[in-house]
């Protein structure tokens, strides 16, 4: 059996490459990343060109020292805790093909106060932003329909959200501890059915 995936270090990154599909992922790397981050649309190994398409689980998790990442225009999806722990991290831009982030994905940036998300995200997973303490603005995408559960627990800044009228349900703890929450902003026309329990707990 021959193996189609090959591991490869380029300008300071490092991708799990897939021959077959032509694609990298961003992954781990043995020295942790650190300062400002350009994902790159493409990159080029061996004569080929690879589309950068996905953050792999964990790949810059507990990078302390990584200020901004700028996500390049190919990158689909960003895994299970890919940025968590990323304490310095205050500057996010992500990629308009954005489709999927994973659960717990930026739990812990600390130091991260706004984002706005691209409008064809479908799914963020449970706790994605939740301990981001200094966050205090976000911006959801407009094809968003589910708030999953703990979301937001303990964004103790965050002052206001804008979401879609797709959103059908905002879970549980969704927006739990966010002391300073005063505005929920909901597009007209807006398809909410259901708040989970605590969702709102110890909010103004």
Same mark, same amino acid.
């Given at each position: 059996m021959i !193996?189609?995936?090959m591991i490869a270090n380029i300008d300071k990154l490092t991708y799990l490459l897939d021959d077959s599909k032509k694609c990298a992922t961003v992954t781990k790397s043995l020295v942790p990343y650190s300062g400002d981050i350009? /994902?790159?649309? #493409?990159?080029?190994?061996?004569?080929?060109?690879?589309? /950068?398409s996905d953050i792999l689980d964990e790949a810059f998790a507990e990078c302390v020292m990584l200020r901004s990442v700028v996500f390049g225009e190919n990158v689909e999806s960003i895994g299970i805790s890919a940025f968590e722990g990323c304490t310095a991290l205050s500057n996010v831009t992500f990629s308009a093909a954005l489709h999927v982030i994973g659960m717990s994905a930026f739990?812990?940036?600390? /130091? !991260?106060e706004e984002f706005v998300l691209p409008s064809d995200v479908i799914v963020i997973g449970k706790n994605a932003f939740s301990?981001? #303490?200094a966050l205090?603005?976000?911006?959801l995408s407009d094809n968003l329909i589910n708030i999953e559960p703990s979301l937001f627990?303990?964004?103790?800044?965050l002052e206001k959200v804008s979401m879609g009228s797709m959103v059908e349900s905002i879970g549980?703890?969704?927006?739990?501890?966010?002391?300073? !929450?005063?505005?929920?902003n909901f597009e007209e026309g807006s398809e909410l059915k259901t708040i989970g329990m605590y969702a709102f707990w110890q909010d103004k």
């Open positions: !193996l189609d995936f350009v /994902v790159p649309a #493409t990159v080029e190994y061996g004569g080929t060109v690879y589309s /950068v739990k812990g940036c600390t /130091v !991260l301990g981001c #303490t205090k603005r976000a911006f627990d303990g964004c103790k800044s549980e703890y969704a927006f739990y501890y966010c002391d300073k !929450l005063e505005t929920v």
